[in-house]
């Protein structure tokens, strides 16, 4: 005969793992498919952790902790994970968020998708190439876009003096 209780137990504890599954927050893009995909072991050998739960979960990090926020000079943030070009120093502006700022990503750069983890809508950008999580996009940004691209610090680097095309 079934034990009844334990049953009753283990239903309970399925519903709760799935319910904890739904409320964890994804990744929107998550069947997309990326022109460089790694499996999870290499991204977390060649990101530190701080980069991996930045670009592979989808994490942030703490406002002005960025080191990019007082760079001023001429050139080219790309990501952090796979050096794709991503935003020239011409679009970076003060938001005063605490997170490095854009109002325009080069072409072909960034990919965005509507994230609805937290309750709330936003957009999640991330990058074309490899999927990797750059930020999120707003718009109340300066013109000419009226967009504001708040990324993490961390998912970028800066290659000073590269070419920015306007
Ligand atoms: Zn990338």
Redesign the pocket.
């Known amino acids: 005969m079934i034990d009844r209780r334990l049953l009753l137990t283990s239903v309970t504890g399925l519903f709760g793992l799935a319910a904890f599954r739904m409320l964890k927050p994804s990744p929107a893009h998550s069947a997309e498919k990326f022109e460089?995909e790694k499996s999870d072991a290499e991204w977390r050998a060649q990101l530190t952790p701080q980069q991996y739960e930045i670009l592979r979960n989808q994490g942030t990090e703490r406002p002005w902790s960025s080191a990019l926020l007082k760079e001023h000079r001429k050139g080219i943030f790309a990501?952090a994970?796979?050096?794709?070009p991503l935003f020239s120093s011409e679009t970076k502006f003060d938001s005063g968020t605490g997170w490095p700022s854009f109002y325009r990503p080069l072409e072909n750069a960034v990919g965005i998708t509507e994230d609805r983890s937290y309750g709330v809508v936003r957009s999640e950008v991330h990058?074309?190439?490899?999927?990797?999580h750059l930020g999120h996009v707003f718009d109340d940004g300066p013109k000419p876009t009226g967009l504001r691209y708040c990324m993490d610090g961390l998912a970028l680097v800066f290659h000073p003096g590269a070419p920015t095309p306007s």
């Open positions: 460089i990501c994970a796979c050096d794709l990058c074309r190439r490899c999927g990797g």
